[in-house]
């Protein structure tokens, strides 16, 4: 399946994001807040998550494609808490993974965690996770500080597929009856997850109800889909149609079991 953004967007996108996520840093009252979508978290906490997770990436991704496993980065030290320091060294660690990237390119395999999925075990394919997980990540410090923002259009447009690519498809065999569950973004796009034996497999739809009529299926802007499948927002603050219990399945289903 085609990516929506090219190589080039996607690191752009991961820059322009991630100072977004350093802007709510810095406008935060305190780094001690709760993040309330992560509550067991504080704010400093969501950027030491944000700054190991960017060296560790950046070490796996500089490792090549014959790594078997998510490699520790060089220099695995806390982060600094004073605030500027802080600041200083997120921009730091994004840095190493957008240069580990850059020399990689993105068709050079590299160790990846979604196993079965659809999605490549690439660079590409994990310079478009780490866009969408420092997204999502960008709403939680924003929502912290009082100021949420929606996802920018093209980058919800993409987490969609992506997320449903990477987390929701497989070749580990449906446990329950077959199903066809369609997702739909206002914006006029639309993917069908086929759910069988042979496991679960993602299609763009051409238009939005065309070909057999689906099981079950969830509607909303493409940012409400992504916060949706990341749990920022009630799943079922979408317009949900259909079998609603088979995203009840899907939520529980561990195929890695």
Same mark, same amino acid.
């Given at each position: ?12 996108? *991961? ?15 305190? #780094?001690?807040?709760?993040? %309330? ?22 070490? /796996? *991704? ?27 060294? #997120? ?42 997980? *420092?997204?999502?990540? /960008? ?8 100021? %949420? ?15 449903? /690519? ?18 739909? $973004?206002?914006?006029?796009? $639309? ?33 409400? #889909? ?10 079922? $603050? ?7 219990? *088979? ?11």
């Amino acid at each position: 399946m085609e990516n929506t953004l090219d190589f080039p967007d996607l690191l752009r996108l *991961i820059d322009e994001r991630s100072t977004a996520f350093r802007a709510a840093v810095a406008a935060a009252p305190s #780094l001690d807040v709760r993040v %309330p979508t992560c509550p067991e978290w504080t704010l400093f906490d969501l950027v030491q998550h944000l700054g190991q997770g960017r060296r560790a990436w950046a070490a /796996t *991704i500089a490792a090549g494609p014959d790594a078997t496993a998510k490699s520790a980065p060089q220099d695995d030290s806390s982060a600094p808490r004073e605030r500027e320091a802080l600041l200083a060294w #997120l921009a730091a660690s994004t840095q190493e993974m957008l240069d580990a990237l850059r020399e990689a390119g993105p068709d050079r395999g590299c160790w990846v965690w979604w196993g079965t999925s659809q999605s490549p075990r690439t660079c590409g394919a994990v310079a478009r996770h780490q866009l969408h997980e *420092i997204a999502v990540h /960008t709403y939680d410090a924003q929502l912290t500080v009082g100021a %949420p923002q929606p996802l920018p259009d093209e980058v919800a447009l993409d987490g969609v597929e992506e997320f449903l /690519t990477t987390i929701c498809t497989t070749t580990v065999a449906w446990p329950h009856d077959p199903a066809k569950v369609d997702y739909h $973004s206002t914006e006029g796009r $639309s993917w069908r997850n086929g759910l069988s034996a042979d496991g679960a497999r993602l299609d763009r739809l051409p238009e939005p109800g065309t070909g057999p009529t689906a099981d079950a299926s969830a509607r909303g802007t493409a940012n409400e #889909l992504v916060l949706g499948f990341y749990g920022r927002i009630p799943f079922d $603050s979408l317009k949900i149609e259909g079998n609603g219990h *088979i995203f009840d399945q899907l939520v529980a289903w561990d195929p890695e079991q």
